[in-house]
């Protein structure tokens, strides 16, 4: 879960990695339930140029297969330190306005760019959500409950519009990163495991957050980098260091290498790194790490990058996706193609 950090370390890691801007005022006012068949509630669709469209230039031209969709959910952006203030938390300011441009410009240019474009060689679908503040996280189940199910009620409807009146029977792939993450899991529990849709999963990339070994009761995590119908999941830490609220956690989380795609805790060599898309979406840069698993978490070498010797921060949460960018679209393309071999029945591009 998120942690506080220290601020001039933390805007240092976010400007090199995702380029987001300064916090701001919240917009008041009642919130609005998106109507997702609005492509003004989508912050990447398929109709509409959006930056998930964008590819860094190394990885031009891009040859798009349409007949696989992406579903994925952002991170938290609101981070306003002038919704905190409200006491007790109320969804008016505790919860993002989808009418404030400013969230969703920065939205766009932070996670739409650089970690739904991971994933734009096959249709994405990012829907806008009335996410929750970021500090939400640091609230007590009663106080931050209702704040979550506001976001997590927009994301199902959002998945639920998508499954209704764009999938048309393709298999698709789940992909978030941290508050997303927790939206997928329940979204994996309560629409997809155990149930036909499954059948139609290619995998879940769930990022950021802990999925203890006791969340699911029968989707399986991904132990090969082809298994399908499974998901992966990792948190990123510096090699050697694990933070105390990890070191608190009672039970055994799943954490999959996304180098070797293996849960062993055998370590990866930095050849294997396929390429990690930092402050400049346009320079990604290969050979640049190696990770391992260690308990909970994903250990990973400091990545190395103009101007990382002033990175002195232990926790690379934020670039969770971004550091393992080429790694993860390599990937995806590698288990879309066992998918296909092991279900002939599924749509043909």
Request: net charge positive.
């Amino acid at each position: 879960m998120h942690t506080r950090v220290n601020t001039l370390l933390f805007l240092v890691f976010v400007l090199m990695l995702m380029a987001c801007g300064a916090a701001r005022k919240p917009v008041a006012g009642a919130l609005q339930a998106p109507d997702y068949s609005q492509l003004a509630y989508w912050a990447a669709h398929p109709a509409k140029q959006d930056p998930a469209d964008s590819t860094p230039a190394p990885y031009r031209p891009l040859r798009q297969d349409t007949m696989v969709d992406v579903f994925f959910i952002h991170p938290t952006t609101y981070l306003s330190h002038a919704a905190v203030r409200r006491q007790p938390p109320v969804p008016q300011y505790w919860n993002a306005s989808l009418a404030d441009s400013q969230l969703n410009e920065k939205t766009d240019a932070s996670t739409i760019l650089n970690q739904a474009s991971v994933f734009n060689m096959y249709r994405v679908f990012a829907p806008r959500y009335r996410q929750a503040h970021i500090h939400a996280f640091q609230l007590p189940d009663s106080l931050s409950a209702p704040l979550f199910d506001t976001a997590y009620a927009d994301v199902r409807r959002a998945f639920q519009y998508y499954l209704d009146h764009q999938n048309g029977g393709r298999p698709f792939i789940l992909a978030a990163h941290s508050q997303g993450t927790l939206h997928a899991g329940r979204l994996l529990r309560e629409m997809i495991e155990g149930k036909a849709l499954q059948q139609q999963l290619v995998a879940a990339y769930i990022v950021g957050l802990a999925v203890p070994h006791s969340y699911f009761s029968s989707l399986p995590v991904c132990n090969t980098p082809d298994a399908t119908g499974c998901f992966v999941s990792w948190r990123t830490f510096k090699k050697g260091y694990v933070p105390e609220w990890v070191e608190r956690e009672r039970e055994p989380s799943y954490v999959v290498n996304p180098i070797t795609w293996r849960t062993d805790s055998t370590w990866s060599v930095r050849e294997q790194h396929r390429g990690a898309v930092l402050y400049r979406f346009n320079n990604p840069l290969s050979q640049n790490l190696s990770a391992g698993i260690y308990g909970n978490v994903l250990w990973s070498t400091k990545p190395r990058f103009t101007g990382s010797i002033l990175l002195r921060r232990k926790n690379y949460h934020i670039g969770d996706i971004n550091l393992f960018w080429k790694d993860i679209r390599d990937n995806a393309v590698l288990r879309v193609q066992a998918y296909r071999n092991n279900s002939p029945a599924s749509p043909a591009q």
